[in-house]
């Protein structure tokens, strides 16, 4: 092998979607997420220079592959490509099927990562037959063992994730071996629960691909932020807040924002000044500002690039996000609540 063969970054997607009868009502706001999940992916190969390739697979009580492992580009829009149909949902045996495909494709030249996300509204109830067998575990029970032994066996450089529409599906994903932190809960039958879903992907699409530069080429924390970002970003992307503009406090015990802050002499709360550190999955509204701290130094940095650095350009929703794990910096998202939870063992910051 020549020494100077340039090892460029090849990215393999997989789309699964649903297209079983619940779907009907849902498929114009599937589009959307979709095709912003796409464009996110699009933009961010562009600026990071990277060959980003899809491949879309459709189910109800069958699984269909639209695309195959075709250039992001170059993919139209879902409108064109997805179809509802009267069947019941084999979403097992989807997420099987597309991952053993994307196992066939030759990873000998460049540096290849794999990321399947699968999109769905209901459980799974159609895996291995063409009627519906709600949950019989006569016929799920080898489907689930099949599942749970591939995702448990996935190498280091392929991702798993799923949207799922509510916290008891999130624990059957569990089940199957999706990882926790690649789990995300979208609300079809809102508005706002599709602009929620589209912030959530296009973030994810972003994180995926700037923790290719990092090295990291598969990660169980895909919808978390700010793991995928150094100081060095922060420091040329962001404004510095001045040290006598704000303060940082530790919370010890969980306790309500506004009281936390009169308990403290020299500050007083007001709405719109205080900062939550972020930890476990919130909704970040896109009017709430937010800061990135150094944990060395103390050191804070906001301002109109910052949402872009942490979710990515063109995000311009809400998106349901949690704090990656970053060893050099911390996120803080603005509240304005007055009875906001603060969580045992973080900090708030406070502009003064």
């Not at 972020?278 to 804070?300: F, M, N, S, Y």
Request: overall charge negative; some cysteine; aromatic content about 6%.
């Amino acid at each position: 092998m020549s020494a100077n063969r340039i090892q460029h970054k090849v990215n393999h997607v997989a789309l699964v979607v649903d297209a079983s009868g619940s779907m009907y009502q849902h498929q114009g706001q599937l589009i959307r997420v979709v095709d912003e999940f796409v464009a996110g992916l699009k933009a961010e190969s562009d600026s990071l220079g990277h060959e980003t390739r899809i491949s879309l697979y459709s189910f109800d009580h069958r699984v269909e592959n639209l695309v195959w492992d075709m250039d992001v580009k170059h993919l139209p829009s879902m409108r064109g490509l997805y179809k509802v149909n009267n069947g019941a949902t084999a979403l097992i045996e989807a997420s099987l099927k597309s991952l053993d495909d994307l196992g066939h494709i030759w990873e000998e030249y460049g540096e290849h990562s794999f990321l399947q996300i699968v999109v769905t509204d209901g459980e799974e109830n159609a895996s291995g037959g063409d009627r519906r067998h709600d949950g019989d575990m006569t016929i799920l029970g080898p489907w689930l063992d099949r599942i749970t032994a591939k995702m448990n066996g996935l190498p280091g450089h392929w991702t798993s994730a799923i949207l799922v529409p509510n916290s008891l599906a999130k624990r059957t994903a569990q089940n199957y071996g999706f990882p926790a932190g690649n789990i995300a809960i979208w609300d079809a039958d809102s508005q706002k629960g599709v602009e929620d879903a589209i912030g959530t992907v296009r973030a994810a699409a972003t994180s995926f691909l700037r923790g290719r530069e990092q090295g990291v080429r598969g990660t169980k924390n895909l919808f978390a932020v700010g793991q995928d970002i150094s100081v060095d970003d922060v420091r040329a992307t962001l404004e510095p807040v001045a040290a006598d503009k704000y303060r940082l406090l530790k919370v010890d015990k969980e306790t309500e924002i506004r009281a936390f802050v009169d308990s403290h002499p020299g500050v007083t709360y007001e709405r719109g000044s205080c900062y939550y550190q972020l930890g476990t999955r919130v909704q970040v509204q896109p009017d709430k500002e937010v800061i990135v701290v150094e944990k060395d130094t103390d050191r804070a940095y906001t301002g109109e690039a910052a949402r872009n650095l942490l979710f990515g350009a063109g995000v311009r929703g809400t998106v349901s996000v949690k704090a990656g794990n970053n060893p050099k910096l911390e996120v803080y998202v603005q509240s304005r609540s007055v009875n906001r939870k603060l969580k045992a063992d973080t900090r708030l910051l406070i502009m003064l």
